[in-house]
Each structure stands twice: as C-alpha cells, then as structure tokens.
C-alpha cells in the first residue's frame, strides 16, 4: 500500500514542471525575449505561451486548446537580427533567444451567411460570397504564413477554378487562427472561403454510405428494439458474462 | 548555452535505447500480447491513479454529502462562491432569452441548432463561451466517433462495448439512447458536409478503438472534433444565433427548485451581466486543468470543472464523482509537450507499447484505465520504463510499425496532426518511436443525467462532458464527441419543447446560493477557497512572489 501511494508521488514530482509552473532553481539554460517590447529572462525550454506565463502574464485571450489545435494563439515575431517576420502558434513554438513577438487576440474577419443546402456546387459559390477571392494576386504570403504548412494560396486558386476536392483537400488540417487573413494583400479571408468549400465538398462531393442510410432507417423503424429491450434489462452478472463472452472481429 | 546535443530529436542516451526497438521490431510485426483476463486487469488496476491510496476524500456538503470523489473536486465542491450574493443587482436584466446555453464546444453548439430546428427562433438562443467559441475539449479530440452502422456491427453490440468499458455503472436508458441516435448522427453530420475518411471506394473508414469488439470508429485523418466542431459552429453561424465570448458563467439562478437563467462574468472588464432564461442548457466540459493527483493533462485551457460547481449548488445531482480518465499515451517527451495526447488511433492503427528492452508488453487496446495502469506498472513496478533528460518515465509508442503495417507515408496521411506535433521538435515518428505516459483526459462522472440531458433541477439541462452517467467508470474512445452531439441535440430539442409549454420566465434569485453559503459555515468550512476557477494558474513563482494587486 505504501509502495502504491509513493508511485502517485513520484509521478506528481516528475509532473511539477508542466503541472504548477517551473522553478527558477531546476532551471539550467535561459534565454531573454521581447513581449510587445519589454524584455524577460525566461527557461529556454519553454513555448512561447508558457514563457508569457513564466513572465507573469495571466492569458484571457490568445491562449485555448494549448496543444495546436484550435488556433488561438496566433503570434507574430521576428527573431533577432532578422527582417523578416514570422507567423506561428504560441503553443507550438519554442522560445529563441532574442526573439520580439505579440499575440493576435482576434481576427476581425467577415464570414459570408449561407445555407449550403441551396447553394449550386460550382465555382459561382465562391464568387458569390467571397468575390474577393478573384483578387488574389498569387503572391503566396498566406501560405507563407501558415503555422500548419498548409498550401493555402493552392487552395484559393483552386476555389477560383471550382475545384472543391482540392480546396478540402488543402485546406483539410486548417485551424482557423487567421494569419492568412491578416497577412494577405488582397484581403481574402482564406480560412472562411476554405470552411465554405469543405463543407460543400463533403455535402455534394462525396457519397452518403448506402449502410449508414440503412442504419438509420432500421432504427427509426425499430428493427433493435427487442434487443435493445432485453439487453437494457439485464443484470450486472448476465451482461459481464456477455460481456466476457463478446467475440472480437477479426483484425 | 549548454543544451543537451539532439539527434533527430533525441539525446545520445536515448537513441541508444531506441536501437534495442528496432532491434526487436520484425519480431512484434506479427506478435501482439493476448488481451488480459478479466483477473490481470483487476490485478493491474490497483496501480491506477483512481484505486491506488490516498488521493480523496467524501463530499461534506450537499446532494451528493458523502460520495467520494478527487481532492482536488471536492475541494472545488467544498468551496466558497465568487460573489456576495446580496452584492448582486438583481433589478435590471441583460439578456431574457428563452434558451441559455451555456459552454460552445460540440454539445453546446448542437444544443443550439437542434433548438433552432425544433422552431425555436435565433435571437431566442443565447450561447455563452468562457474563451471563445469552439475553444473545447471538442475540438481537440482526435480519434474518432463511434456508431454502429455497419452490416455486421449492432447497436446492442456498441451498448455492450459501451458498459462494459464503463465497468457497467453506466446508467442503462442512457447508454441506450446514444448507441441508437450514433448512426443518425454520422448522417446528419455527412449532411452538413463534414469529411469522414473514406476507403478509395468511397465508402467510411471504420477504425478499432480501445475496449470495443469491432470495427465502428468513425474519423476525419486525427482531427476529428476540429472537423465536427468547425461544419457545426459554420452552421450555427448562418443561423446568426447571439452568442458571447470571453464570458463565463459564474453562478445560476433559481427560482424555487427552477434554474431561471445565470450570472456571466466579462472575463475582460469583470463587469457581471445578468441572464434570465426559461431553459438553461450545461454544456461546460470536463475538469483536466485541475491536474487531477499532479498529472498533465489534454484538456484545454477551460477545463476547470466549472459546470457542477455551480449546478451542484443549485441542487443538482452528481454521479461517478469517484473515477477519473487518464489516457494511456500523452506525450512524456520533448518536455514542451508533455501531457498532448497522442490518439488511441495510432494503437488501432497498429502502433505497439514496447519497454526498455524492447519488448511488446501489453494487448494495445485494453480499456484505457487498464491500458493506463499497466504502463504505470511497467515504469515504476517493474522499473522498464524510460527516463527522460527531466526525469520523467514514459515508455515506447513503436509508431513506425503503423507505416510496416498499412503502407509507407501513411502516418503522414492519416496523423497529420501528430505528425507535425513531433516534426516541430524534430522528430519523425514514421522512422522512430515516440514516449509516451498517462495523461489526465476526461470527466467521466458529472452531473446526472436523463435521456434527454434533463436533471433532477427543473429547467436544467446537461450535455458532453459535464454529465454524468453515458460512461460510467471509464470511457471509451469515440463516444465522448458521440456523448456531446447526441445528448447536445436531445437537450436542445428537449429545452424547446419544455420552452414551447412553459411561456413565462421565473424570477431570478440568488436564494440557492445564500443556503449553500449557510451549509458550508455549518459544516464548519472556512472561506478559503473560491469557485469557479474559471481558468488555472502557470504564472511563474518568481513574477507572482513580487506582484502587487494594484489595479
């Protein structure tokens, strides 16, 4: 018992860094960064949105899912010495020394209102509710800002020409952060158009399951009921021993 | 700076190790361990964080008193409220509306629409959101949706894979309805042009998932609730339904033994607004930033328990307060990372948990406490675990033999996410293994719920996450993003049936809360700690040991 209780522990003690924060005495190597400005020395192990906090910021914006997936933490920073400027995800990125950076807490971006029940599946959707689409002037800034790598400029030439299965295709792993949007000189909102087309593309471009239908059908006519009946009402020891005697599909 | 020298993101040390991998990997292409008897499992359990010593306590106040559950929720139960209610002015409503629905992932969201379909007009909709909408543990779910609709698959087959998986605690009518709406759900959702992987004949891919006895795991590459969450939150959108971000709820109102609205909170200026609100639908999610016994977590950044704190206060009921999921592969190395989760997908797709000496010692799809439990054994029982340069212990995850097994470049395919995630700290998990250890993953009690995501509180709804009851003592994979757009849709169309025959408002009162206030002095509990949450703190210790409150 004693044992058991020491292995939770351990496990809480190994944890600490990422559970409470980090302590300035495990601490080895540092480096200096620039939030909107003002330096602070912070853990070189770090990501950019745990070193805001290591700084003392307490995030209400810019900050959510923490693990690259919902694209919150869009953040804008040029690294020492350099004149470019980089996009990426505070979460996912890790500190460099002498790097300057400020988070987007919100992309003012128009979405179009549609229904795509009575939309026709052609290039005129696009046309009709991002038109600004055709201004793309194929300069390739959105893709180079892209924090997922995705081939965005593709894809808004590929909206212009129709072709929805590239536009899912490419844009599949889309996040929705906005740094596309925000950087383009054309003013498209790339992540909206893309949204628009996966959906049309999913409604129209592929198939709906012939069993899935069937499925659906068989249970709003009640085909499970009986065996829905006689397993809800089962006792614990007659559905473990169901459940012990299940058989498993082969691989 | 004297950093560790990286080969393809791994110190010498561990590269060293990964060889003893490779080495045993054309043996385990074929081999995969037995799953355990029903005996192995009970025995390795006892190493889970919910049944090892120490770590709860009994609940002392409330609809629940004496019901155990972690300390770190008790302590959120026990805890004193964020106002003063008699503070509160009362006397000039916001926003009346007939249905509140608070928290934006895909119960909530689904709530909404299904409202909205059931003839409830949009700008009778009011959907609240701590951080912004879609920021959720939806929308970083991974691995897929489960529903039995293939030829040889039934829904009584999901049911029994369900309660089984939940140690059969998990409350019948329930379970029931979920299984039998799955199907029907992948539809709708196809129909509102989500992209679920298709095998190149167009038909769905259907995956393994831990703990089920068949192939019925529905996925969109491994960003699944990203995929459901974004066609939904597009579609709630058009239907221009008002909706608050940066504005969680900080406590109910009742009328009586009525829910009437509740208290949102600007997260930004602090300034409260009140809701008045016929129907007030829950869908706040899970609990993972409470770290949960010190472990890392999944979850999002919101994921504090928020949703029974304060149902609970206005006499809602909880249940399996007691368990907790941990998933057996979050991330353990780079330390940037630890605690992601890495989907059971990749285990259903063919990846092995192997030791340090390069042994496949566990069936790859054990429920995922037993899964979980048997990891730990194997790093700190046994001691064939590996150490990380920060001393954390993790084992394999043997990724590359997903690519042996389906087909060069599928991991780039399928896992586009996990890729990249590894990529970024140079790591290529198609050529070499990736560490991994539990991490704290999911609510699986809450508040108790009926088939239609009724409480025992009359004009309150629970949906996802928050409730109790659909998972029992574990859940399985696929059936949380099931969990949140099943009971989300029948909350939302229940909430507008009860708003179509209830057509006045009650009163909004804070009566609830001053009891609860009164409970708690009698139990002799101090005012120490505050709740909701709201949000966790990582500030650093050294910024916060030389703050001054000024403003």
Redesign the interface.
């Known amino acids: 018992?004693e044992e058991?209780?020491n292995?939770?522990e351990?496990?809480?003690?190994?944890?600490?860094?990422?559970?409470?924060?980090?302590?300035?005495k495990d601490i080895?190597?540092w480096?200096t960064i620039y939030i909107m400005g003002k330096g602070y020395r912070v853990p070189?192990?770090?990501?950019i949105l745990?070193a805001i906090?290591?700084?003392?910021?307490?995030?209400?914006?810019s900050?959510?899912?923490?693990?690259?997936?919902?694209g919150?933490c869009a953040t804008v920073f040029r690294r020492a010495g350099e004149y470019k400027l980089q996009a990426d995800l505070a979460c996912?990125?890790?500190v460099e020394?002498g790097m300057y950076l400020v988070q987007i807490p919100f992309s003012p971006a128009e979405?179009a209102?549609?229904?795509?029940s009575k939309e026709p599946y052609d290039a005129s959707v696009f046309m009709k509710y991002y038109p600004e689409v055709a201004r793309c002037v194929s300069c390739n800034t959105c893709t180079k800002s892209c924090p997922?790598?995705l081939e965005v400029m593709d894809y808004v030439q590929a909206a212009i020409r129709g072709d929805f299965e590239l536009v899912?295709d490419n844009s599949?792993?889309c996040?929705?952060c906005g740094l596309c949007a925000i950087r383009c000189p054309a003013e498209i909102v790339q992540y909206h158009v893309a949204?628009?087309g996966?959906?049309?593309?999913?409604?129209y471009g592929?198939?709906?399951?012939e069993?899935?239908?069937k499925?659906?059908e068989e249970?709003e006519q009640g085909k499970?009921k009986e065996?829905?009946d006689?397993?809800?009402s089962k006792s614990?020891e007659e559905?473990?021993k169901?459940?012990?005697e299940?058989?498993?599909?082969p691989d | 700076?004297?950093?560790i020298k990286l080969i393809d993101g791994y110190p010498e040390y561990m590269r060293r190790l990964i060889e003893k991998v490779e080495k045993t990997r054309p043996k385990r292409v074929d081999y995969t361990p037995p799953p355990m008897s029903?005996q192995e499992q009970e025995e390795v359990l006892?190493?889970h964080?919910d049944y090892?010593?120490?770590?709860k306590r009994a609940i002392a106040v409330g609809p629940n008193k004496g019901d155990v559950g972690p300390n770190e929720v008790v302590d959120l139960l026990e805890a004193y409220p964020l106002i003063e209610p008699d503070e509160i002015d009362l006397s000039r409503v916001d926003y009346d509306t007939d249905i509140l629905i608070i928290g934006g992932g895909l119960a909530g969201t689904s709530a909404a629409l299904w409202a909205n379909n059931q003839g409830i007009a949009a700008d009778r909709i009011l959907l609240v959101n701590k951080?912004?909408h879609?920021?959720a543990?939806s929308?970083?779910a991974e691995g897929g949706t489960q529903a039995?609709?293939?030829?040889?698959d039934?829904?009584?087959r999901h049911?029994?894979?369900t309660?089984?998986g939940g140690h059969?605690a998990n409350k019948?009518?329930v379970?029931?309805a979920l299984v039998?709406d799955a199907?029907?759900i992948?539809?709708w959702l196809?129909?509102?042009?989500?992209?679920f992987d298709?095998e190149a004949n167009?038909?769905?891919v259907e995956k393994w998932g831990g703990g089920t006895?068949?192939?019925r795991m529905h996925s969109?590459?491994d960003?699944t609730?990203?995929?459901e969450l974004?066609?939904i939150r597009?579609e709630f959108?058009?239907r221009?339904i008002p909706c608050l971000e940066?504005f969680p709820a900080i406590e109910l109102f009742t009328e009586g033994n009525r829910v009437t609205g509740a208290i949102l909170w600007n997260?930004?200026t602090g300034e409260y607004k009140i809701v008045r609100a016929k129907a007030t639908i829950l869908a706040t999610g899970g609990f993972g930033r409470l770290?949960i016994?010190?472990?890392?977590t999944?979850n999002?950044?919101g994921a504090t328990f928020d949703g029974p704190v304060i149902a609970y206060r206005a006499g809602a009921k909880l249940r399996d307060t007691d368990t907790v999921q941990y998933h057996p592969t979050g991330a353990a190395y780079?330390?940037?990372i630890?605690?992601?989760?890495l989907t059971e997908k990749l285990r259903s797709s063919g990846a092995q948990p192997v030791n340090v000496d390069g042994e496949a010692f566990v069936f790859p799809l054990e429920p995922r406490d037993v899964e979980a439990a048997s990891f730990?054994r194997e790093c700190?029982?046994r001691n064939k675990g590996i150490t990380t340069p920060?001393?954390?212990?993790g084992i394999w995850l043997d990724t590359p033999l997903i690519d042996i097994k389906n087909g060069k470049g599928y991991i780039a395919k399928a896992f586009?996410?996990m890729n990249?995630?590894f990529k970024?700290h140079g790591i290529d998990m198609a050529k070499d293994p990736v560490l991994v250890f539990p991490t704290l993953h999911y609510q699986n009690g809450g508040v108790e719920t009926d088939p239609w995501g009724r409480t025992n509180v009359e004009g309150l709804w629970v949906a996802g996450e928050v409730s109790g009851g659909v998972h029992g003592k574990n859940r399985l994979m696929g059936n949380s993003t099931l969990d949140c757009l099943v009971f989300g849709r029948r909350s939302g169309i229940n909430a507008a049936e009860y708003v179509k025959t209830h057509t006045t408002a009650g009163n909004i009162t804070l009566e609830h809360v001053k009891k609860y206030i009164d409970m708690l002095k009698q139990a002799g509990i101090k005012p120490e700690r505050r709740a909701p949450i709201l949000?966790p703190?990582?500030?650093?210790?050294?910024?916060?040991a030389r703050?001054i409150d000024i403003f």
Do not use: W
């Open positions: 018992m058991k209780n292995i939770m351990r496990i809480a003690e190994a944890n600490r860094p990422v559970t409470t924060g980090v302590d300035e080895k190597d480096v070189a192990d770090l990501t745990t906090e290591y700084a003392g910021y307490r995030l209400l914006r900050v959510g899912c923490r693990q690259g997936h919902c919150a996912q990125t890790r020394d979405k209102i549609y229904d795509i997922q790598d899912a599949f792993d996040i929705q949204q628009l996966r959906r049309m593309y999913g409604r592929l198939s709906m399951p069993h899935l239908k499925r659906v249970i499970f065996a829905m006689n397993i809800t614990r559905l473990e169901m459940y012990a299940r058989q498993r599909e | 700076m004297a950093e029903k006892k190493l964080p090892a010593p120490g770590g951080l912004r879609g920021d543990n929308i970083m039995a609709d293939r030829e040889i039934s829904v009584q049911y029994l894979d309660i089984g059969f019948p009518e379970v029931r039998e199907p029907f992948i539809k196809i129909e509102m042009g989500a992209i298709r167009g038909e769905l006895s068949i192939k969109c590459r960003y609730g990203l995929e974004r066609v597009d959108r058009n221009q940066q997260l930004e770290h016994r010190g472990f890392p999944t999002h950044y780079p330390i940037q630890v605690g992601y989760l730990i700190y029982v920060t001393g954390l212990r586009p996410a990249r995630l970024r949000l703190d990582y500030r650093g210790r050294a910024a916060l703050m």
